[in-house]
């Protein structure tokens, strides 16, 4: 009646005080038992009808599907239980469709219950029906353990499952400092026209799909500060702990961080944090440690990993844009036989140019421990055949670990897959590049660049470690790779190994020849052409001849593609007769 609801004592009024009654109801004035037996959905159906907050005081309440439809704070005692009473065949246990709304301090328990074999998928919180635009919903304090319905297969075929907490069309979401351990599905499923998610703080244990997925159309997100472990053999069997995904026909997801997050355990998907056709996402400050590969791995293992969204050439979704990753230290993991690179970005599934642009890869610390935990690439940058443009490798600490007869392996890689798929505008520099192996293999370097790779600056020194070739480009990269041989070389097999036919800015093209110059009478001169291999016209070029005199001058042109015409010019006022010697000409281009 009009007496129910929660009251607390004020001392202020009138001469004795009086218990004045608060905008919260109990749900226990609405009949829930919270004995852990009764059904007590119908009482808390109706407390959340009712006007006011609503208050869950100490006791185990079993919950089937509730719908929140006005704004509201809901909590619940440090001492109280909710049961999910919702069966195999799915369902929603908070649905919430209204704005203004906060939940905290709920802690939800499974355990016990029959999880499989569910036939319908089961959300714990539901926020928003997809077609009503809400906002302003916060989720804070709470926990969810063992929520673990299922269709009962093992592994990606595992469709039917249960999602912690699943967003859809809410502007201005906050979910902070909950804890979701132990779940068949996401942590934390978004999608559909979000502006402004906060996931920050939180602890997410032992999720099997993708622990956070943000489908399509989330725009302005943080994921920050939580703590992300995998405790299982198979791990995260879909997409990772973090997954922006921005599905097929969909729009982008779109100015984003995912920020000083902590991740270990197992994941057998992928990558441990991976971006698809994302759009100015902030990738920093994040730390990978003590992770492997699942039991269920699904192909190679990358830390981070960037890559456009799709099925085929035909299903796709537009290449990432304006992509940083920046300062995240990224440890090896353990169980290395199917592990791609500690930082892996390619332009998958266009089959003709489409270009990524803008793609920063600095101050990461790449690690590998020892022999039985590390990577086998530091960073792999690939276009296959939609193309990169503007990609930054700077200032990145790389440990590998590569071994004979790996392939793939070494500090800093780019390619394309062919012309559509160049990668163009690569500055590379300030990196640090050590493999901690015994390197015995051409395919093991500091850094490669392969074929479709053009416009490569090196733009300071890297410092290059024990690696089989410092620096190696490959037939079909260039012609413009500058600066390539500016490094610091410490115990390496060999310095560097250049394609035949290749030309490089600051890594000059040479000849030389024998010459006996003829006789020259003051005031005139000679010349001898010398064979320089791709060079071409207009390139500078420099001579030496080693009998000389202050009074002859030595010029050089290209004078036709691959061969420079050295002058001697006698500005004196006697002879001079010149000593046969070495021309050497060098061209730089």
Not at 313 to 332: A, F, L, M, V, W
Not at 377 to 405: C, D, K, L, R, Y
Request: hydrophobic letters at 35%; proline letters at 3%; one cysteine or more.
């Amino acid at each position: 009646g009009a007496g129910r609801g929660i009251y607390y004592w004020d001392s202020t009024s009138g001469a004795a005080g009086a218990w004045l009654k608060s905008d919260s109801v109990s749900v226990r004035d609405y009949g829930a038992k919270g004995d852990g037996v009764t059904d007590d959905t119908a009482a808390i159906q109706a407390a959340f009808d009712a006007d006011g907050d609503v208050w869950f005081p100490d006791g185990d309440y079993r919950c089937g599907a509730t719908t929140l439809t006005k704004s509201k704070r809901l909590t619940a005692s440090k001492s109280s239980t909710i049961i999910p009473n919702l069966g195999l065949g799915g369902g929603n246990l908070f649905y919430i469709q209204a704005s203004n709304v906060t939940v905290g301090g709920f802690n939800i328990v499974g355990t016990g219950e029959t999880f499989t074999p569910a036939t319908g998928n089961t959300r714990i919180f539901l926020v928003g029906n997809g077609s009503t635009k809400y906002s302003n919903v916060r989720l804070v304090g709470n926990t969810i353990t063992d929520a673990s319905w299922s269709d009962g297969t093992s592994g990606p075929t595992n469709l039917t499952v249960t999602h912690g907490i699943y967003i859809q069309n809410v502007d201005n979401v906050s979910i902070y400092s909950n804890i979701i351990n132990g779940i068949s599905g996401a942590a934390v499923f978004a999608k559909s026209a979000i502006a402004g998610l906060y996931i920050e703080n939180n602890r997410f244990k032992d999720t099997r799909w993708y622990t956070v997925q943000l489908d399509f159309n989330v725009l302005h997100f943080s994921i920050s500060h939580n703590t992300f472990i995998s405790g299982t053999p198979e791990g995260v069997y879909w997409g990772g702990a973090v997954n922006i995904v921005s599905n097929v026909g969909d729009i982008r997801c779109e100015d984003g961080d995912i920020a000083s997050n902590y991740f270990s355990g197992t994941y057998s998907y992928g990558a441990v944090i991976r971006v698809q056709s994302g759009v100015n996402i902030r990738v920093t400050s994040n730390t990978l440690k003590n992770i492997e590969t699942g039991s269920l791995s699904a192909g190679a293992l990358s830390g981070i990993r960037v890559t456009t969204r799709g099925i085929d050439s035909t299903n796709k979704q537009e290449p990432s844009q304006d992509i940083y990753i920046r300062d995240n230290y990224i440890q090896g993991p353990e169980n290395v036989t199917a592990t791609r690179a500690a930082i892996y970005v390619n332009n998958d599934h266009w089959p003709a140019r489409n270009v990524s642009f803008n793609t920063h890869i600095t101050g990461n610390i790449i690690s590998s421990p020892s022999a039985t935990k590390y990577w086998k690439a530091g960073v792999i940058t690939h276009g296959i055949s939609g193309g990169m443009e503007n990609v930054w490798i700077e200032n990145n600490n790389i440990e590998v670990f590569s071994q004979s007869g790996d392939s793939l392996v070494g500090g800093i890689l780019t390619a394309g897959t062919n012309a559509g798929g160049l990668i163009d505008k690569v500055f590379i520099g300030g990196n640090t590049i050590k493999d901690i192996g015994t390197p015995a293999s051409s395919y093991q370097y500091g850094i490669g660049i392969e074929a479709f790779s053009d416009n490569v600056i090196n733009t300071k020194p890297n410092i290059i470690d024990n690696v089989f070739y410092g620096v190696r480009t490959f037939s079909g990269s260039g012609p413009t790779l500058e600066r390539l041989d500016d490094q610091v070389f410490l115990n390496t097999t060999n310095d560097e190994l250049f394609a035949v036919g290749l030309s490089l800015y600051g890594k000059p093209l040479e000849g030389e020849v024998t010459f006996d110059p003829p006789n020259l009478v003051a005031g005139t001169g000679t010349f001898k052409d010398v064979l320089v291999p791709n060079s071409g016209v207009g390139d500078f070029v420099l001579a030496s001849f080693p009998t000389g005199t202050s009074v002859i001058q030595v010029t050089g042109n290209v004078r036709v593609a691959g061969s420079c015409r050295i002058t001697f010019y006698n500005g004196g006022t006697t002879a001079v007769d010149l000593a046969s010697g070495q021309l050497k000409v060098r061209v730089f281009r």
